[in-house]
């Protein structure tokens, strides 16, 4: 009886200790918890990273379509040649973008 009654006497400080420990745990941890802030701020760093790897990869690949389209671009279609069939000279160095 006498934990009661004790209860009944404390119900506000209880009260708010349950509330301030809610509010601290969902501050830290939770949906939107300061742990989940860094997880998601690390997230989208690597997304921005993939983005200019995918937009530079884009790039080459537009320049290598444009130099084989419209104006047959002879430089470009001599360099293709000598890498991928092996022709030409025999100490020839050939530099490529």
Known sequence: MRFIEIINQRKFTLISI???LYVMLNL???ER???SYYEKQQIIEKLSQEKKTL???L???EKK???LTGTIDVDYLETLYRTKFMVGKVNEKIYTE
């Open 18 to 20: 349950f509330l301030f």
């Open 28 to 30: 830290l941890d939770g």
């Open 33 to 35: 918890g300061l742990i």
């Open 55 to 57: 937009v530079l990869q």
């Open 59 to 61: 790039d080459s690949v």
């Open 65 to 67: 379509n444009n130099l």
